[in-house]
């Protein structure tokens, strides 16, 4: 399949160059990365209704959609050199944009799968099935959850996604779930669009 933004699509990048601290815990758990030099005053609400500072915002591990039945493990992608989202080797996984916000953080975070594979459904196949008002989890590798509520769904065709839209500051913490839909085109071997869900 054709990646989200494959053509031109800029993916959001921190200022800065990031320093990884790998935190195991549990069954080989995604990494959290810290940034570098990096100071923000903005807070994000956690599970059990607790407040942590945004700078100290863990990485994503799992993936909750109640709506749609879906549990998944989030595991860190990179960027290509052109600065283009890499895609999951694996299609039952979906994939946190570690080079952008963590999710809860200041932000756009951006969470990526598949919505089929050669042998079938993906993660993300009923990702269009979600609605304004549902609920999305993020569990992180501190232990904590943060909460995210979709505000719409958009497709939009590969070649011409609304960058700033999709991809920009946003206004507070803000997330991004994105899949491949429309038609699917033989000669390419992907999907034209890229379904993306809004949610903050």
């Not at 507070?172 to 949610?199: H, K, P, S």
């Amino acid at each position: 399949m054709v990646w989200p933004g494959e053509e031109r699509a800029a993916v959001v990048r921190r200022g800065e160059e990031r320093a990884a601290a790998v935190v195991r815990r549990g069954e080989g758990r995604a990494a959290a990365v810290v940034p570098a030099g990096e100071s923000r005053a903005a807070a994000v609400r956690v599970a059990g209704g607790g407040v942590r500072a945004a700078g100290d915002v863990a990485a994503p591990v799992r993936l909750r959609i109640p709506a749609i039945g879906l549990s998944t493990r989030v595991i860190p992608l990179r960027l290509d050199r052109k600065g283009r989202l890499v895609a999951p080797t694996v299609f039952d996984r979906v994939g946190w944009n570690k080079a952008g916000p963590e999710p809860g953080e200041k932000g756009v975070a951006v969470i990526a799968g598949h919505v089929d594979s050669k042998t079938g459904p993906a993660v993300f196949y009923r990702l269009p099935r979600l609605r304004k008002g549902d609920r999305v989890h993020v569990d992180r590798a501190d232990g904590s959850t943060v909460t995210f509520t979709v505000g719409r769904l958009a497709r939009y065709p590969k070649s011409r996604i609304p960058n700033k839209e999709v991809y920009g500051p946003g206004r507070g913490a803000e997330l991004r779930l994105i899949t491949c839909g429309g038609t699917f085109d033989r000669a390419r071997g992907g999907y034209r669009d890229n379904v993306i869900v809004f949610a903050r």
